[in-house]
């Protein structure tokens, strides 16, 4: 049986991009009834680019979506009946746009005193850069993620997705299921901000500790963990690469055994972690050495069953055939507007034994302007006039 914890519960979602329709597609997955606001043009993602089409079918199953003019006056009336009716409201519009239109969380709470207003910003909503649009590459920046990625040698460097926009999507939703908790318990209405520095700081948590700890900041090292070794080292095998770990006292003369190089651990370069990490190149040849003539596979199955710490480095084409995804059933099937199917990763939790198969579709831009408007109490002469006037849009 799939749990739908969020049944009954409505959430509007004027989100565009990742972060915002992000959460509201776990909400979806979680069984909520998620409105899609839209502008008569679309979200940005239904540009065409390959990027925005991959964005709008990972964030947006399974929701309804309207278009309506905003800044119509009559397109802001039918919002704030829908606001009436919602338990959530989530949106990342650029700072103060919501507010401008007339659809702040004051307001929204004028109109509906039990709903939960949550708003992703770049950079927060307190500090001198309030005002500033902000996207994920920005937060990797400023957050200091990019200083500590990439090689010694070389410049910073992005992180290889737009991890921030995925990890902020994650934390909102759990902000946003804390305040439906707080509500229906205790009463409480909270007004939800989460920003994207301060969730790019957040995946840092560790590092700032330590930072603070040493007063040392952290450097690039490549794929190196400062401080341990062997630990997220890089090694190259006969057929592609693997990282391990094996920096412990009890690791690493279990690790010397395995590869058959005992005496290394006894080795004064490698006797201990101090050892090992100041002579660290030195350690990474005598691994590369001891495991270059096995395959990554060879490799994962030697050190594995040995208790080690081991992953190959995979394509995605090796990880959606990974026997370890496939058993978990770790992607699931979208449907496009258009009919076609496409492969999409789920939640990565599960609630009860099974996981939720559920194939939900992308919804055309307006596709549901009418039966949305409708619910909200419009007649449909009003629509025909909403319509025709430019301030509603529904799909044909």
């Not at 927060?124 to 937060?139: C, N, Q, T």
């Not at 026997?323 to 449907?335: K, P, Y």
């Not at 076609?340 to 939790?349: A, E, K, Q």
């Amino acid at each position: 049986m799939i749990h739908s914890p969020l049944e009954g519960i409505r959430v509007l979602d004027f989100g565009q991009f990742v972060a915002a329709p992000g959460a509201s597609q776990a909400l979806v997955d979680l069984g909520a009834d998620v409105i899609k606001v839209e502008p008569l043009q679309g979200d940005w993602v239904r540009t065409g680019t390959s990027f925005g089409e991959a964005i709008l079918r990972t964030y947006n199953r399974g929701k309804r979506s309207i278009a309506v003019d905003l800044k119509d006056p009559r397109g802001l009336e039918l919002a704030e009946r829908l606001i009436a009716d919602a338990d959530v409201l989530i949106q990342n519009m650029r700072p103060g746009a919501m507010a401008a239109l007339g659809l702040g969380p004051e307001r929204a709470r004028e109109l509906n005193p039990r709903i939960i207003y949550a708003t992703v910003s770049g950079f927060g909503l307190r500090g001198p850069s309030r005002h500033r649009p902000g996207l994920d590459i920005a937060a990797q920046a400023e957050s200091g993620l990019m200083s500590i990625t990439g090689t010694a040698d070389g410049p910073p460097l992005k992180v290889g997705t737009t991890i921030v926009d995925a990890a902020a999507a994650h934390v909102l939703t759990e902000a946003v299921l804390a305040a439906l908790l707080d509500r229906e318990r205790f009463g409480r209405v909270a007004t939800v901000e989460v920003s994207l520095l301060e969730v790019a700081l957040h995946l840092q948590s560790s590092d700032w500790t330590g930072h603070s700890i040493t007063g040392t900041a952290p450097r690039r090292r490549g794929n190196a963990q400062p401080g341990v070794a062997p630990a997220a080292d890089l090694i190259e095998t006969a057929d592609g690469h693997i990282v391990l770990s094996g920096y412990s006292a009890h690791h690493w003369p279990r690790l010397c055994e395995v590869l058959g190089r005992p005496e290394l651990a006894t080795d004064p370069r490698f006797v201990d972690n101090d050892a090992r990490v100041a002579h660290r190149d030195e350690l990474l040849r005598e691994l590369s050495s001891a495991l270059s003539g096995r395959t990554s596979e060879e490799c994962v199955q030697l050190l594995s069953t040995n208790g080690l710490v081991v992953g190959a480095v995979r394509t995605y084409d090796q990880v959606r055939a990974s026997e370890d995804v496939v058993a978990g059933e770790m992607f699931t099937s979208g449907e496009h507007f258009d009919g076609s199917s496409f492969d999409v990763v789920r939640l990565p939790f599960r609630l009860g034994a099974d996981a939720d198969r559920s194939v939900r579709r992308v919804p055309r831009l307006g596709e549901h302007s009418i039966s949305v408007a409708t619910e909200a109490g419009y007649s449909a002469a009003e629509l025909d006039s909403l319509e025709q006037d430019g301030v509603l849009r529904r799909d044909l």
